[in-house]
């Protein structure tokens, strides 16, 4: 990845996921999760625009009318890129989330499972010390361990009478295991579409149901496999109230979805710049301040950006006292754009731009 010079640019507020700011002290899973979306960043899409370019490929960049899940293009598994899916908690899992997800000695991160379960990764220089997300090495860690299927776990853990410790990557190979139908039914009546049962209004409701717990989440009405695991875990986080960020990055869409505690969805892609847009910019950065060029990703000339969206969601995709509530809800929108920024590609000092870039509903 090309380093730049940062550029003097006001960034925004202080959000829920981005502990750098100045609200507040800095705690260690803050700080985890800002150095984990940094890294994912890097490995999820700047490396991936780089494997593209090695082999020859054009990079699947997100149009402005794709930006909202509900309007992405379907589109197949995409080779050259780089997939995550991480858990982080802060603090350890809960007793009764054991059944959901599959932590055992058979796939914590040690020496010996790595080389059972993943035999074909080059992990000689492994030491336990690398796992802490607080260690340079951990960042090679993660990589190899982001090729594998299922996820990666990361947790806090605490000893009886002393205070947390640094967050620690804990787990490999985590499979999710929990009903699509129940976690369907489960967010169908927490918002008041159905009263008990799942296919009470039948099965045409019930896919309906289906394309907007996947919209809720901020993904595509097909997703699956990474998506669907992300969408089932960051559901169970919440009912039971842990505090976690859920990171994935899947072949199929190109780009990178943070979900956590927040009451957003955030969403990072790369984006190509076109003249209209490099002028519309420009005079965005200059209203934001900025006295010099803003560096884009593989120098100027490419015009590819780093590009953040978060969404909030609607009324419709809120819980309500109207129950049953009305079927056509399930045509509306669940989720919109709460705000746009370009980002710089420095990771060392992330500064934004706001900016309008995607296309809106009509």
Same mark, same amino acid.
């Not at 997800?101 to 993943?118: D, E, K, P, Q």
């Not at 990764?121 to 090729?147: I, R």
């Given at each position: 990845?090309?380093?730049? #010079?940062?550029?003097?640019?006001?960034?925004?507020?202080?959000?829920?996921?981005?502990?750098?700011?100045?609200?507040?002290?800095?705690?260690?899973?803050?700080?985890?999760?800002?150095?984990? !979306?940094?890294?994912?960043?890097?490995?999820?899409?700047?490396?991936?625009?780089?494997?593209?370019?090695?082999?020859?490929?054009?990079?699947?960049?997100?149009?402005?009318?794709?930006?909202?899940?509900?309007?992405?293009?379907?589109?197949?598994?995409?080779?050259?890129?780089?997939?995550?899916? %991480?858990?982080?908690?802060?603090?350890?899992?809960?007793?009764?989330?054991?059944?959901?997800?599959?932590?055992?000695?058979?796939?914590?991160?040690?020496?010996?499972?790595?080389?059972?379960?993943?035999?074909?990764?080059?992990? !000689?220089?492994? +030491?336990?010390?690398?796992?802490?997300?607080?260690?340079?090495?951990?960042?090679?860690?993660?990589? #190899?361990?982001?090729?594998?299927?299922?996820?990666?776990? %990361?947790?806090?853990?605490?000893? +009886?009478?002393?205070?947390?410790?640094?967050?620690?990557?804990?787990?490999?190979?985590? +499979?999710?295991?929990?009903?699509?139908?129940?976690?369907?039914?489960?967010?169908?009546?927490?918002?008041?579409? %159905?009263?008990?049962?799942?296919?009470?209004?039948?099965?045409?409701?019930?896919?309906?149901?289906?394309? #907007?717990?996947?919209?809720?989440?901020?993904?595509?009405?097909?997703?699956?496999?990474?998506?669907?695991?992300?969408?089932?875990?960051?559901?169970?986080?919440?009912?039971?109230?842990?505090?976690?960020?859920?990171?994935?990055?899947?072949?199929?869409?190109?780009?990178?979805?943070?979900?956590?505690?927040?009451?957003?969805?955030?969403?990072?892609?790369?984006?190509?710049?076109?003249?209209?847009?490099?002028?519309?910019?420009?005079?965005?950065?200059?209203?934001?301040?900025?006295?010099?060029?803003?560096?884009?990703?593989?120098?100027?000339?490419?015009?590819?950006?780093?590009?953040?969206?978060?969404?909030?969601?609607?009324?419709?995709?809120?819980?309500?006292?109207?129950?049953?509530?009305?079927?056509?809800?399930?045509?509306?929108?669940?989720?919109? %754009?709460?705000?746009?920024?370009?980002?710089?590609?420095?990771?060392?000092?992330?500064?934004?731009?706001?900016?309008?870039?995607?296309?809106?509903?009509?």
């Amino acid at each position: 990845m090309e380093k730049f #010079k940062p550029v003097l640019v006001p960034t925004a507020s202080p959000r829920n996921d981005d502990p750098r700011g100045e609200a507040g002290p800095i705690d260690a899973y803050g700080a985890a999760a800002a150095r984990l !979306t940094d890294f994912l960043i890097g490995h999820a899409l700047f490396d991936s625009y780089v494997n593209y370019e090695i082999h020859g490929e054009a990079y699947p960049f997100v149009e402005p009318d794709a930006v909202l899940p509900r309007h992405a293009a379907v589109a197949g598994e995409r080779r050259y890129q780089n997939t995550a899916l %991480i858990f982080l908690l802060d603090g350890t899992l809960p007793p009764g989330l054991n059944k959901h997800f599959r932590l055992r000695a058979s796939n914590r991160v040690t020496w010996g499972n790595l080389n059972r379960i993943a035999p074909h990764l080059d992990c !000689t220089d492994y +030491k336990a010390a690398h796992c802490a997300l607080d260690t340079p090495e951990v960042e090679g860690l993660l990589k #190899k361990l982001c090729s594998l299927d299922y996820a990666v776990m %990361i947790e806090r853990p605490t000893t +009886k009478g002393e205070a947390p410790g640094p967050c620690v990557v804990t787990h490999m190979h985590v +499979k999710v295991e929990r009903l699509t139908d129940v976690a369907i039914r489960n967010l169908a009546v927490e918002l008041g579409y %159905i009263d008990r049962r799942l296919f009470e209004r039948g099965e045409d409701y019930v896919d309906a149901l289906e394309a #907007k717990y996947f919209e809720y989440y901020g993904f595509s009405h097909n997703a699956s496999g990474r998506k669907g695991a992300a969408a089932v875990a960051a559901q169970l986080f919440a009912e039971y109230s842990v505090r976690a960020s859920v990171f994935v990055a899947s072949q199929e869409d190109a780009r990178l979805t943070v979900l956590d505690d927040g009451p957003l969805i955030t969403q990072y892609m790369l984006i190509q710049f076109s003249e209209e847009d490099r002028i519309r910019f420009d005079i965005a950065a200059k209203a934001a301040g900025l006295t010099s060029e803003f560096p884009s990703f593989r120098g100027d000339g490419y015009q590819v950006m780093l590009y953040r969206v978060r969404f909030r969601r609607t009324a419709a995709g809120l819980p309500s006292d109207e129950r049953p509530r009305p079927a056509s809800n399930l045509q509306a929108p669940w989720i919109e %754009i709460a705000d746009e920024a370009i980002l710089s590609p420095d990771a060392e000092k992330r500064l934004e731009v706001p900016f309008a870039w995607a296309k809106r509903d009509a």
